[in-house]
């Protein structure tokens, strides 16, 4: 005899799936907003340890090569005192070409603003004086709140000038230890993971340094190709101030693909109104090539596949990075962004290029021979 009783409704396959997605990705996303929290109650601390490492990356290379000829700590300190030199170089080069035409670069910049005003009103667009006395409010409205929130969050998240001291220790110390004995720092972390975990871990802790290393020495060489670029193009069509332009662009390629291109605009208003109209659409079409070599060539060139992120991608990074932790978010939003792709990469098995294999699926990778010494 049947059993009358009608089976249970079974839930179909497809919502079972995707209920196990959703839920895990609430737990991942619930797990990024604590991080975020712990993060932002030491946001000084950390962003002091995140900062000595991007100095660890421009003085490496100069003190390994150092280190063939000299001892350990001997190279250290020249390969700090070169780095810093440099630094010092480079920003009193940008300040000097400030200083010397800072004044001259307002006037123009002032004088094109009023030209494309003249047009706004006389050109094919016939806008009234309220309109543009409008949209000009608004722009400058926007560009006060922009400029008062990212100064006032890198200000804010540094603190008083006891936190400045403690993070600026924190920074020097790191520094130190990160040039002094990385792999023995690294690897005492990794002992601390499971034994499972402990290869995907060292594995992704190399991946993310390589990103963020290799995208910190590029970005210098970016910077600099792109500012001689542009002062070599602007000393052609014969644009004043070309120095002093120049130096903003290197300054703004340190925030990619829209930083020079957004420094350039500057250029093109300057040309605008000492040079004509004419020169300004070369000045733009001079963005356009420059930032086309940059995208095209450069990068590619000089970072390789530190930072393999697309376009808007990058953008977007940016844009998040901005509206979280203001200009020093937007700073190193594509670094971060960079290593977390390449780790989610490796971990989903997606980079067949990628020089460490990830583990077959139920076995105990060993650690690291220094970890488990």
Known sequence: MTDPTPPPPQVPGTLTLTAGIVWRLLVVIAGLLVAGYVLDLIFPVAFALFFALLVTAWTQPIMNLLNKVLPKVLSMVLALLIILGLVVVIIGSVVKSTIDEGPKLVASIQSGITQIEDWLKNGPLGMTDDGINNMLAQVEDWAKSLATGLLGDAVGALGSIGTLVIAASVFFYGVVFFLMSPTTIWNWIVSWMPQRMQTPVNVSGNLAWDSIAGYTRGIVVVAFADAVLVLVGLLILQVPLAPALAALVFLGAFIPVIGAPIAT????????????????????????????????????????????????????????????????????????????????????????????????????????????A
């Not at 500057?266 to 079409?285: K, Q």
């Not at 670094?335 to 977390?340: E, W």
């Open 265 to 372: 605009f500057f250029a093109a208003i300057v040309a605008l109104a000492e040079r004509g109209p004419v020169v300004a659409l070369l000045v733009i079409a001079l963005t356009v090539v420059v930032g086309s070599f940059d995208g095209d060539v450069l990068q590619p060139l000089v970072m390789g596949k530190a930072v393999s992120l697309h376009p808007l991608a990058i953008v977007f990074a940016i844009a998040a990075g901005g509206i979280t932790l203001g200009i020093v978010g937007a700073l190193i939003a594509v670094p971060i962004a960079g290593a977390i792709y390449k780790v989610a990469k490796y971990l989903t098995g997606r980079d067949p290029d990628n020089p460490y294999p990830t583990p077959p699926p139920g076995t105990s990778p060993s650690p690291p021979a220094a970890a488990a």
